[in-house]
């Protein structure tokens, strides 16, 4: 896939988040665009470009929609990142970060950072009863954690901080974790009620039709009409 096509990048995962420390991997992440001929054929192309070395993840356009208008908090925090993380910014990429109130509404924030955090919080049960390296198992209690505290703020206000206040405070919980699994229980027991006795500053539904237009702004903006061959 040629980088002509890409949308927006950044990095994003710990070095985002404030949380690197040496050795940490520098994880990337973008959407992009294909050219809209190749949507028209018997076989649609691909949605997803994965590489390593470096470590980056791309989403097609549509796609990248689809799951940010889900709540996704991967793909949301790429609308979210400090200006100097972003490493591609094209005029289609700064108006899906001006659209990024739009994506979100309430109940799915809600059931997305909730079900995230609740998925590694599984994972950290199970890796410690397991033979996982414990820098590992402090991970899943540190994203535990991070997904609690910025999903509760982006549904509560509206808005997402990507850089976490306190790295040090995170990497404690991460260790006291990977010690005691149970000792990250009480925190997202905690959230889980301030989501459900907090007013949220976010609608009752995104509004998919603002995504919508910028997709076919998107489609018209590459899109080569094919040339008809001579008779």
């Excluded at 603002?210 to 899109?223: G, I, K, P, S």
Aim: proline residues 6%; hydrophobic residues 40%.
């Amino acid at each position: 896939m040629s980088e002509r096509y890409v949308l927006l990048s950044g990095v994003v995962g710990s070095t985002a988040y404030g949380l690197a420390r040496e050795g940490s991997d520098i994880d990337r992440l973008g959407l992009y665009a294909v050219p809209t001929e190749e949507l028209h054929g018997l076989r649609q192309p691909k949605e997803s470009h994965v590489s390593t070395a470096p470590d980056r993840t791309l989403h097609e356009a549509a796609k990248w929609c689809r799951l940010a208008l889900g709540g996704n908090p991967t793909v949301m925090e790429l609308v979210w990142l400090p200006d100097e993380l972003y490493e591609v910014r094209t005029p289609l990429g700064d108006e899906l970060i001006a659209l990024r109130s739009s994506l979100l509404c309430a109940h799915r924030v809600r059931d997305a950072y909730l079900g995230y955090a609740t998925q590694q919080f599984r994972k950290l049960t199970h890796r410690a009863e397991g033979t996982a390296p414990l820098a590992r198992v402090a991970k899943h209690a540190r994203h535990l954690r991070r997904l609690c505290v910025q999903g509760f703020e982006l549904y509560a206000t509206g808005t997402l901080t990507v850089r976490v206040d306190d790295p040090d405070a995170y990497h404690a919980f991460g260790e006291r974790g990977a010690a005691d699994p149970s000792a990250a229980e009480p925190l997202l027991r905690h959230y889980e009620d301030a989501f459900a006795h907090t007013r949220s500053a976010l609608p009752a539904r995104p509004d998919e039709s603002a995504a919508d237009a910028w997709l076919r702004r998107v489609r018209a903006h590459f899109y080569t009409p094919a040339h008809p061959t001579a008779a």
